[in-house]
């Protein structure tokens, strides 16, 4: 991910209205923020409950998705859709983003089961274990982080429409 501002991510907002865009609540130590070793940024507001953020650079450049977590944490085992890492260690949690535009004001949302920390840029650059004899560890690493940055790519393409 390219490094964003204060100024950029306010103006990168893509299913918020400008009073909600001027009052997201950045995440702790953002200024500090090590962009290289993340496919997309995601936090939850630490003064708003059930509210979160991802924010990502796309082909059009930056975009912030305003997220709603679900009331209710999944009760069975849930897989993240971005990371689809199979052994997390943490909670998956499921949110909703409203649509971009006239559908987005019309109520239409789009819903994303997500680790509930944002950790999928951590997860998917873990070497995965050995499957079989031969087996190219690097290269699975890779493909997992491009699966990821597609799956948020593809989720905001889909806000759009």
């Keep these: 991910m390219l490094p ?3 100024r950029a991510f306010r103006a990168s907002f893509l299913n ?21 070793r993340l496919d997309y940024l995601g936090w939850s507001d630490p003064k708003m409950p059930r509210r979160a953020y991802v924010s990502a650079h796309t082909s ?3 975009v912030t998705v305003l997220l709603q977590q679900a009331e209710q944490r999944t009760s069975a085992r849930a897989q993240c859709s971005w990371c689809e890492d199979v052994t997390l260690r943490n909670d998956v949690q499921f949110f909703a983003a409203k649509k ?9 949302t789009l819903g ?17 274990p050995l499957a079989y004899e031969g087996y190219d560890r690097e290269t699975a690493r890779d493909l997992r982080i491009l699966r990821l940055q597609e799956h948020v790519e593809g989720f905001i393409h889909e806000l759009r429409r």
């Design 4 to 6: 964003i501002d204060e």
């Design 16 to 36: 918020a209205s400008r009073k909600e865009a001027s009052t997201a609540n950045l995440p702790q130590g953002f200024g500090e923020t090590d962009f290289t």
């Design 60 to 62: 059009d450049g930056p």
């Design 100 to 108: 971009a535009g006239p559908a987005g004001r019309n109520g239409d």
């Design 112 to 128: 994303v089961l997500i680790c509930a920390n944002f950790g999928c840029s951590a997860n998917v650059r873990r070497l995965p």
